[in-house]
């Protein structure tokens, strides 16, 4: 059965991009790109007859390598765009995510929500908005228009709404009731309008079908009204964000996904980490002195949160929050969670105020002074600013594991701070100023580093040192028996 399944998709697929071709030979714009954009969409059809995961991924696997091929070579000249977008890979990676996690987790919805979202939702609004999309509203998306993002809305709203009818089981249909499946709906369709504009090089083939679907299947199977003050209080908080320039728009897209998933899954008290990291983090970045000015230029992340930044300091707790999912007795996920966004901002003080004081800043590898600013650097100004911000952020656990996991988080989120110092200072890239100084930041774009991995850029340093918080936790919680 499979094995058919993976020939009809291969001809199904091919017959779409051989029509188009054909059809639009003399037209091979927008309007081919678009049609194989909208038809190859309905595969997510054939795909819910799948029995097996590594079939099901087998066909858009392909694909991905096709595709990637095809926008070097220009193989398939009828889908492809004569720029720097990675659409069409992006866009098989999302038909290998969506179907995976049905497969992972039995939500049949899934991969149809966000695929058709992605496909007609998509597809139609870079149709409709060239022709009739003369409104350009997005300071942060120039070429997106507002009849484009309507359609958007309409088609995620209308995709929501009836797949949550038809495919989602009988009892959480009547569970949520058809006023709360109108509710999720409408605000899916919001959301995807908002991810459509925000994507950049054709990005938004990942995350729309991504964030879509992550939302529907999450609110319909766990949220309440509840969780729906929660996310209206994490849209204020966000877009005014967006609007002071704190986060990009994809910054903004990242969070409030990262946001309800650690909501439906993790619960509030971690949900609401995320944002006193957030608000911590960013309070004691607006501290300036002259001190504070001379290091920013040496240093790799100013300016507005991107998606990476957000990605970097909150994924661990992600992946925590469904493993939870998957093992609900076992606790120490959850506390995990705390220690991984508690340990973020641990780092975030230190770095932040630590270059405030007048003390030396010194290498945590070799004691030597270094250059305020630079990665690897640390003082005892910002160890204590690190151990208080580690501590502050801690007493979210306290509702669900009491002093002792006070105690455990802020010891933890300090080891992050000096995790992070160790990996900053071996092994983050710097490169050489015009004065011959040290700098987590580049001089000019195509420069070198002189020291360190050319890939680890502090956000890795975040990222890695977060994940090792996580490891050591574990390891601390099953030698010593904690929790």
């Not at 529907?216 to 766990?222: D, K, Q, V």
Request: net charge positive.
């Amino acid at each position: 059965m499979n094995i058919l399944l993976i020939g009809i998709s291969f001809v199904y697929i091919f017959a779409i991009i051989g029509f188009s071709t054909i059809f639009f030979k003399k037209n091979q714009g927008e309007l081919s790109r678009k049609f194989i954009h909208i038809m190859v969409g309905n595969w997510v059809f054939i795909s819910v007859f799948f029995t097996e995961v590594k079939a099901a991924i087998f066909v858009p696997a392909v694909f991905i390598i096709i595709n990637a091929l095809s926008r070097k070579y220009n193989l398939i000249s009828s889908m492809e765009r004569q720029d720097d977008s990675l659409g069409t890979v992006y866009y098989s990676i999302s038909l290998c995510v969506t179907v995976a996690i049905r497969f992972a987790t039995g939500w049949n919805m899934f991969p149809i929500i966000g695929i058709l979202i992605m496909a007609y939702g998509d597809g139609l609004a870079a149709l409709i908005g060239a022709k009739f999309g003369k409104r350009k509203p997005y300071y942060f998306a120039p070429n997106k228009t507002l009849a484009g993002s309507v359609t958007v809305f309409a088609v995620a709203t209308a995709v929501t709404a009836i797949t949550l009818l038809t495919v989602g089981e009988t009892e959480h249909i009547l569970r949520v009731g058809i006023g709360m499946i109108v509710l999720i709906s409408l605000c899916n369709g919001f959301l995807s309008a908002f991810i459509e504009a925000a994507g950049i090089k054709g990005s938004d083939n990942l995350t729309l079908p991504i964030g879509s679907a992550l939302f529907a299947t999450l609110s319909f199977y766990y949220g309440d009204i509840y969780f729906f003050i929660y996310l209206a209080f994490s849209i204020c908080v966000l877009l005014m964000s967006l609007k002071l320039r704190l986060l990009t728009a994809d910054g903004v897209v990242a969070a409030i996904l990262t946001a309800i998933t650690l909501y439906l899954l993790g619960g509030v008290w971690i949900a609401l980490s995320l944002y006193a990291f957030y608000f911590l983090g960013s309070s004691v970045s607006k501290i300036k002195n002259e001190r504070k000015l001379e290091a920013d230029r040496f240093q790799e992340s100013n300016g507005a949160r991107t998606w990476r930044q957000v990605v970097c300091n909150s994924l661990p707790a992600c992946i925590l929050v469904f493993c939870k999912y998957y093992s609900p007795s076992n606790t120490v996920f959850s506390l995990l969670s705390f220690a991984v966004f508690a340990a973020a901002t641990a780092d975030t003080f230190s770095s932040e105020i630590g270059v405030l004081g007048k003390g030396r800043v010194f290498s945590i590898i070799t004691g030597k002074n270094v250059q305020r600013g630079v990665s690897g650097g640390i003082s005892w100004l910002g160890l204590l600013a690190g151990l208080t911000g580690g501590f502050l952020s801690a007493w979210l656990a306290f509702p669900q594991f009491g002093y002792k996991g006070i105690a455990f988080v802020t010891l933890m989120a300090f080891a992050g701070t000096l995790f992070d110092s160790v990996l900053g200072a071996l092994f983050q890239r710097k490169y050489l100023t015009n004065e011959g100084l040290f700098s987590d930041k580049k001089v000019y774009e195509e420069q070198n580093p002189v020291q360190g991995l050319s890939w680890m850029s502090n956000n890795a340093v975040n990222l890695i040192s977060l994940f090792i918080v996580v490891i050591v936790g574990h390891f601390v919680n099953l030698i010593w028996k904690i929790f």
